[in-house]
């Protein structure tokens, strides 16, 4: 087990919902956390108060953005790659393909931005730790709305296992974290509670995991060093019923 005291970690999409209980997560544990984020300022600066981070502002899929936000943050320990454009965020005039350009960016090309500034500076101190929040989305057939998520996510995994060939050698883990069913405030509103009741009925456990359970698997994940390559899934036991 590693000692993260003082240990810098970037969340990126760290101002609401798993992201925020990933970052008040490591704060505990005494890191200094960066909550990155897009939108929502308000949000992220009140979490970067509350847990003694930095709130930073930048469009992740931007190359230049992200170059910049490295420069300013300095060196990242531990990245957890977890911001995504919401499925459900869709607007009513953007064309399939627009859509699948937006969501690329962010949750595919942005993870992958982000783990290639973030792997440079890990090589020179050989030590870094890479968590990608990936989903239950990744494995199952997805509906209209969900292929371009799903797709993102699934690539993520090859992505995890790239970084973790090219940085083994340098004391450098890389992992996916891949969650069911969440029970973020998001989730709460947007589904009605037939709708609940029917995700529920899949789940062997019969409920969501809470930002907290999933937070402490992230958590736990960066603090275990034999681990790399690998897809931790964490989904109450909904394998078992596909």
Known sequence: MDDFQGKTVLVTGGSRGLGEAVCRRFASA???????YAHGADAAEKVAKEISGIAYSCDIADEKAVEK???DIGPVDILVNNARIDPYKRGKDTSDGDWWDAVMSVNLKGAYLCGKFAFEDMKKRRWGRMIHISSLWAYQPANERMLSYAAAKSAMHALSRGFANLGAEYGITSN?????????DLIMTRLTPEQLEKE??????????STSEVAEAVFK??????????????????????
């Open 69 to 71: 936000m490295f420069s």
């Open 200 to 209: 529920m009925a899949g789940i062997p456990l019969g409920r969501g995991a």
């Open 221 to 242: 994940v960066a603090d275990t060093p034999f681990l790399t390559g690998e897809i931790i899934n964490l989904n109450g036991g909904a394998f078992m019923r596909a």
């Open 30 to 36: 005494g890191c200094r956390v960066i909550v990155n």
């Open 176 to 184: 996916v974290l891949a969650p069911g069913l969440i029970m973020t």
